[in-house]
């Protein structure tokens, strides 16, 4: 049996969608929550949510994970959080785990630390893994939640407020 082909969540591109405002005006919707970003913040914000039951609309102004070089460590307490929204054992097998730090001045070390002295702890005090894995697992897990409506190529280019709601503009590719 081939192994399933590695994705590269780099390339990855997802399609801009006409959503129901845009296609029903009348109908201005009235969502009890918008999350402003598909970044990691956005992405946990928007499964926490809708773990306890609350719909979510999250938009993103582009069409991609983050590329290139962005996070690569993530701490113990953020691990604890990817464990409540249930993908944190996927993080932790793809990442690099570990818990002593060096510094090193030149080919010396100067100085050794350790993060997690105490023991029964079950994550690492740290663990080495590009944003970008961890975006799309993140992605992946929001994707399982009919409660969340992903929304691409959609960004928020001013919100006013009123006193029982805030009405948001955002530019599409079909305009706002
Ligand atoms: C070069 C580099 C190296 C880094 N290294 C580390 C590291 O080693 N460790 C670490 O912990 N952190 C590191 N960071 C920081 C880390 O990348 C950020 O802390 C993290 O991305 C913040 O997540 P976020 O979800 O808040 O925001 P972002 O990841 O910035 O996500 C915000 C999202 O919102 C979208 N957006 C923005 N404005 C709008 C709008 N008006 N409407 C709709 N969508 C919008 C953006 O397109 C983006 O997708 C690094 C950052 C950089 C640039």
Sequence with gaps: MNPTPAIDYQ???FMYQPCLEQTRPADAALHPVVVIGAGPVGLVTAI???RQGIRVVLVDDDDTLSTGSRAICFAKRTLDIFDRI???QRMVDKGVGWNRGK???REE???EFDLLPECGH???AFINLQQYYVEGYLLEQARQHSLIELRWKSRVSAIAHHADHEALTVETPEGS
């Design 103 to 105: 510094v090193f001045l």
């Design 122 to 124: 079950a994550r690492p």
């Design 86 to 88: 249930g993908c944190g």
């Design 109 to 111: 070390a100067i100085y």
């Design 48 to 50: 926490d949510l809708a």
């Design 11 to 13: 390339q990855q591109r």
